[in-house]
């Protein structure tokens, strides 16, 4: 099974498609709060 979705390309935080209306935003908390670089992708 492949979700879409953000990851964290430096630790394991993760937020998937089922959260979608919530996904970008806690994408860019994440990426605010610790500098992480969270991409997009499958």
Known sequence: ???TGYSC???A???NEDD???MS???LDHHNETGHHV???E
């Open 25 to 27: 935003s806690q994408a």
């Open 13 to 15: 935080w993760t937020v």
């Open 20 to 22: 979608v209306g919530e």
């Open 1 to 3: 099974m492949s979700t």
């Open 39 to 41: 991409e997009y992708g």
């Open 9 to 11: 390309q430096e630790c």
